[in-house]
Nanobody, 126 residues
Framework: QVQLVESGGGLVQAGGSLRLSCAAS????????VAWFRQAPGKEREFVAA???????YYSDSVKGRFTISRDNAKNTVYLQMNILKPEDTAVYFC????????????????????WGQGTQVTVSS
């Protein structure tokens, strides 16, 4: 059974930075793809970024150039470095995973992922 645990959320001022972590237990991590989604109050869950086990990365237009996703297979962890944060980035951030490669046809969609974490709150004050 796969477990995903997010950490690193918190309160930050606009323009600041945070780094989120998603630690995975259970899968063969070197063959496991991970994505970040977020959900703001009253809004639908939206895709943020993903990294395939091959190393390919995908970003939403709203975070491209500000956020960077990376992975450390030795630590079974995926990171989301978030820079130049804006109040509209405020949301609960979830990591999600699947034991398969990602493509442009699959990476952006929540239905592509089998495993989900509980989420971590990110609040950006203006």
């Amino acid at each position: 059974q796969v477990q995903l645990v997010e950490s690193g959320g918190g309160l930050v001022q606009a323009g600041g930075s945070l780094r989120l972590s998603c630690a995975a237990s259970g899968p063969t991590f070197s063959r496991y793809s991970v994505a970040w989604f977020r959900q703001a109050p009253g809004k639908e869950r939206e895709f943020v970024a993903a990294i395939s086990w091959s190393g390919s990365t995908y970003y939403s237009d709203s975070v491209k150039g500000r956020f960077t996703i990376s992975r450390d297979n030795a630590k079974n962890t995926v990171y989301l470095q978030m820079n130049i944060l804006k109040p509209e980035d405020t949301a609960v951030y979830f990591c999600a995973g699947r034991s398969a490669l990602l493509s442009s046809s699959t990476a952006y969609y929540a239905r592509s992922y089998d495993d989900w974490g509980q989420g971590t709150q990110v609040t950006v004050s203006s």
